[in-house]
T-cell receptor, first 117, second 117 residues
Framework: GAVVSQHPSRVICKSGTSVKIECRSL??????MFWYRQFPKQSLMLMAT?????????EQGVEKDKFLINHASLTLSTLTVTSAHPEDSSFYIC?????????????FGPGTRLTVL | AQKVTQAQTEISVVEKEDVTLDCVYE???????LFWYKQPPSGELVFLIRRNSFDEQNEISGRYSWNFQKSTSSFNFTITASQVVDSAVYFCALSETMDTGRRALTFGSGTRLQVQP
């Protein structure tokens, strides 16, 4: 299957700092990438849809200024958690939509575990 | 509104037993896709299957099989002769058109499967 990478896999930071997470599609071009958040033992919740060359679409309740998304190329989307606080600690997962035939198939990165002290 | 229900929070079986994971969905779309993903303890989501709403044929892939019943809005997943390596959280997901006009995935709450040796 298609490969999506995420970096870093784990990050620990102090409250008030900003953290950038990268999501790359390694063997295909993705015009659309997605960012999800997963709390322990819970399901994935869609945060935003990242579109190459345009602004991201955020889900209700997700602060645009808090979670900055940039989709600078067809293989890279970044999520920046600005002024992180302990309540932002979570598992962040990106996915990239495979571009063939409108099948809506998304391939997921390995996730980034963020811990804010 | 879109909704995916996985009523089984946790299932525990002994190796070699068969196990069925249930998934029931709601959607207003006539065209949609259903997915199953596996999330092992490492956290990475592994794509298992995609089924479109017009294809009600059951599918078998090795020890895995899927039963799509449009009449009952269900898309159940069966593992035959389970193995310890099958232990993971399994998510059912629905891709459909959201209120904003874009397509996105809605995940069920997941079923944690534990296969005991």
């Amino acid at each position: 299957g298609a490969v999506v990478s995420q970096h870093p896999s784990r990050v620990i930071c102090k409250s008030g700092t900003s953290v950038k997470i990268e999501c790359r599609s390694l063997d295909f071009q993705a015009t659309t990438m997605f960012w999800y958040r997963q709390f322990p033992k819970q399901s994935l919740m869609l945060m935003a849809t990242s579109n190459e060359g345009s602004k991201a679409t955020y889900e209700q309740g997700v602060e645009k200024d808090k979670f900055l998304i940039n989709h600078a190329s067809l293989t890279l989307s970044t999520l920046t958690v600005t002024s992180a606080h302990p309540e932002d600690s979570s598992f962040y997962i990106c996915s990239a939509r495979f571009p063939s035939g409108g099948t809506d198939t998304q391939y997921f990165g390995p996730g980034t575990r963020l811990t804010v002290l | 509104a879109q909704k995916v229900t996985q009523a089984q929070t946790e299932i525990s079986v002994v190796e070699k037993e068969d196990v069925t994971l249930d998934c029931v969905y709601e959607t207003r779309d006539t065209t949609y896709y259903l997915f199953w993903y596996k999330q092992p303890p490492s956290g990475e989501l592994v794509f298992l299957i995609r089924r479109n709403s017009f294809d009600e044929q059951n599918e078998i892939s090795g020890r895995y099989s899927w039963n799509f019943q449009k009449s009952t809005s269900s898309f159940n997943f069966t593992i035959t002769a389970s193995q310890v390596v099958d232990s993971a959280v399994y998510f059912c997901a629905l891709s459909e058109t959201m209120d904003t006009g874009r397509r996105a995935l809605t995940f069920g709450s997941g079923t944690r499967l534990q296969v005991q040796p």
